[in-house]
């Protein structure tokens, strides 16, 4: 069973920057796709930005474009989130999530698609 590990999140000003990580133990692979989300209560928890087995092939949801980075270092099972000009609105809780180790070169922004999730790390970006 793979069990994932966030952490990074925080207390940060609007303009500020993060850098979550997320590593996965037990039984992972490289082949694993990787993602983040993010929810806020009341709130479908929303795909922010997804990496493939080997990073060739990244989604990043339109508000993530330009401000966060999605990244994969597969020799330390990590994954990170680098979020930059942090908005008021950026406030959530941060789950990372992994799916099956399937080394598909696609990656999907779908919940669904991911099996194994963390137990989330709180975001606050105070205005």
């Known amino acids: 069973q793979v069990q994932l590990v966030e952490s990074g999140g925080g207390l940060v000003q609007a303009g500020g920057s993060l850098r979550l990580s997320c590593v996965a133990s037990?039984?992972?692979?490289?082949?694993?796709?990787m993602a983040w989300f993010r929810q806020v209560p009341g709130k479908e928890r929303e795909c922010v930005a997804a990496?493939?087995?080997?990073?060739?092939?990244?989604w990043r949801a339109d508000f993530a474009v330009g401000r966060f980075t999605i990244s994969k270092e597969n020799a330390k099972n990590t994954v990170y989130l680098q979020m930059n000009s942090l908005k008021p609105e950026d406030t959530a809780v941060y789950y990372c999530?992994?799916?099956?180790?399937?080394?598909?070169?696609?990656?999907?922004?779908?919940?669904?698609?991911?099996?194994?999730w963390g137990q989330g790390t709180q975001v606050t970006v105070s205005s």
């Open positions: 037990g039984g992972t692979s490289s082949g694993h796709a």
């Open positions: 990496i493939n087995w080997n990073g060739d092939n990244r």
């Open positions: 999530a992994a799916d099956r180790p399937n080394f598909a070169s696609v990656v999907s922004p779908m919940k669904k698609e991911y099996d194994y």
